[in-house]
C-alpha cells in the first residue's frame, strides 16, 4: 500500500469524524436532566470524543481493509463458507431446527424469560414467512404488512370479546378477515410496483392503525381490547382455580399448578402456527400460482405474454400473505389478552420488511436466522435500554455490509427434470 | 392457403404523432409472414396492437378460426395469449432470468395446470390427478428443449444461458401456450451467423410441424429472405409494399425506403 493511499485515507477518515461529530455533538454531548424545578443541560463530551474516535478508527480500517482487497477478506470468506454449509445441509439444519424447537421448553436453562423471547421470536418467523410470499416471492415491496396482524388482532379481541366463541373457531375467521383486508388493498394498488407500491402499502398501514384509533365505539380508541380470553387446551382451561362445572388443565392433567402450562402452551401453539405457515408456503410455491408469483416478480409483461393473469395472481400473494398475518394477528391478542393501536406502529412492519430482506428474499430458513438474528440482538440489549435500537441498526448494517442480498440468497428451482444431482 | 390473420386499417396515433396509418395486410396458416422497414417504420408497434399491449385508435384485427373470425380488439394484455391464443415474444428478451429453464416452460402452460391443480387446492393436497397433469406439462417442456437441445440445461437459471440459447428458449415458451399465430419480434438480433441458421431451421420446424402461423419482425436479410413466405414493408406507419422475397428484394420502392432516392 503507497503512502499516497495512507494519507488519502486518512483524510477520509477525518471527514467521517466530521460528520460523525455533526450527530453525535447534539444528540449525545447534550443531555437533559431535570433537577428540581426544571430541566438542565449537561454536557457530556467525554463520551461523544469516544463516538467520534470510534468512528474515524473503524473507518480507517475498512479503508485500508479495502485497499488491500485480497489480504483481509475474513469476513467473506467466512460469510460464504457459512452460507454454503446451510445450503448443503438446509435440510438437515431445518430437521435439528424443528427440534431443538420442540424440546425447548424442557431444555434446564430454559426460564420464563427465555420463553417470552422464543415466543416473540417464532412469532416474527410466522410473519416472515407470510410477508415472504408477497415481498420474497411475488415481488411486491408491502410496508404496511402491520396492518393485517392488526387486522387479524382486533377481529380476533372483538368476535372473542362479543360472541365469547372460542379461540379455535375465532382464529380462521380472523385469518378469513385479514385476507379479505389483502384483497381490499390488493384491488387499488395492482398497477404499481416497487417504490410506489411500497408508499401506498406504507399508507394503508397508517390508514389501519388510525381507523383503530378513532373508530372509539367499535375498536375502544387508544385504551385498546382488555379482557381478551385466553386459549384454552382444547376446553380446558389454564386457571388455578376454575369456575364451577369446569376442569383445568392441571387438574385434568394432575399437574401442579403453574404459569409455566400457559406459556408453553402458547409456545407450541406459535410453533404450529409457524410450522403451518412455513409448509404451506414450501408447498404453494410448487405449485403453477406459486410459479405464477415468482414469475411475475421476474417480468410482468412476459406472464402478460403468456396468457397469466397478474390481477388474480397479485391478489391471491395479497389475501395468502394477509391471511398469515391475520392468524399471527390473533395469536398476538390472545397471548397479550390486551390490545391497542400502539402494536401495530410502522416500526413493526419496518422490522418484519427486514427480516425478510435480511434473511433473503424468499428464503424460508433465511426468515429463521433473520429474527434469531435481529429479535435476538435486540432482546439481548434489552439492559441498555435505547442502545438496543443501535445493536438493532448495528446488526442490520453489518447484514447489508457482508452478504447484501441477505443471509441465504439462494433460490432452488420448483422443479426438476434430472433430480437432484447431488 | 386460408388467412390466419387479417389487419384491416389499422391505425395507431400517440397524441400528434401517427405511428401507424391506415395499415392492412393479411397473415395465411402455415406461413411465415415477415414485416420489415427502417427503424421507426412502426413494426414493433402493429406487434404491440395484435398483442394487446396498446389499443389501436382505428382499424379491426381478426383471427381466423375455422370459420369464424374472433376480432382482437375485444382481448386485452393476457386475454390475448390466453383465449386468442396469440403469443410472442420481445425484442430485448424477456426470459424469468431467475428461475430455471424448466420453469420457463411450465409457467407458460400456467392456465392449463391452474385447472389441474384445481386452483391450487388438488395440488395441496398433491391429488394423483394434478401430478399427471404436472407430468405431461414437463413432457411437452421436454420435448421442446428436445429440439432446441437444451435438455440438459433444464435445471439451470435461464439467466445463465448464452445468448443464442435464451432467444431460442423463449420462442419455445412462446410455442408452449400452443399458439394459432406466433409473433417474433426481431429474433434473429445479436445472434451470429451460425445461431441465425439454426434459428431458421427452428421457425421453419414451427411453421410445419406445428401448423402455426408466424409473424416476424426482422432486419437480419439473411433470415428474413431465407424463411419468408410474404413479406411486408413499412414505412413510416404506412405500408409501401406486399409480396414474396424475391419481389421484395427487386422493388424498387423498398430500396428507396432503405438507401434514400437517387438524386
Redo the contacts between chains.
Sequence with gaps: MEKKDIIQSFKDSLFTGLIALALFGPIVGLRTVSKGEGLFITPQWGVVFFLVGLCILGRFLININSARRTELKIFSTLSSKFSSITEDKAKHFAITGILFAVIFPFLPFTDRYFMDVAIMILTYIMLGWGLNIVVGLAGLLDLGYVAFYAVGAYSYALIATTFGWSFWICLPLAGVFAAFFGILLGFPVLRLRGDYLAIVTLGFGEIIRIILINWYEVTNGPDGITGIPRPSFFGLPFKRSPDEGETSFHLFFNLEYSTMHRIIFLYYLILVLALITNYFTLKIRKLPVGRAWEALREDEIACKSLGVNPTNTKLTAFAIGAMFGGFAGSFFATRQAFISPESFTFIESAIIVAIVVLGGMGSQTGVVLASIFLIGITEMFRDLEQFRMIAFGGAMVLIMVFKPKGILANRKPTILMHGDKK | MSNLLSVENLTMKFGGLTAIDDLSFDAKNNQITSIIGPNGAGKTTVFNCL???YKPTNGQMFLHKEDNKISLRKYT??????VAKV????QNI???????V???L???Q??E??V??G??LF??LNLKTYRDK?QLA?DK??YWLDIIGL??R??DNAGDLPYGDQRKLEIV??MC?EPRLLCLDEPAAGLNPKESAELNKLLKFIKTEKQTGILLIEHDMSVVMGISDHVVVLNYGKKIFEGTAEQTKNSKEVIEAYLGVDE
Excluded at chain 2, 394484455?77 to 390466453?82: S, T, Y
Excluded at chain 2, 403469443?87 to 420481445?90: D, G, L, M, N, S
Excluded at chain 2, 424477456?94 to 430455471?100: I, V
Design positions: 398483442t394487446g399491449f394484455d393476457f386475454k390475448i395469449a390466453h403469443a410472442r415474444t420481445f424477456r426470459l424469468f432470468p431467475a428461475m430455471s424448466l420453469e420457463n411450465l409457467v407458460a400456467h392456465n395446470l391452474m389441474a391443480s386452483y391450487s395440488g395441496l404436472e414437463v417442456a421436454k435438455t440438459l433444464a435445471d415458451r412462446a401456450i
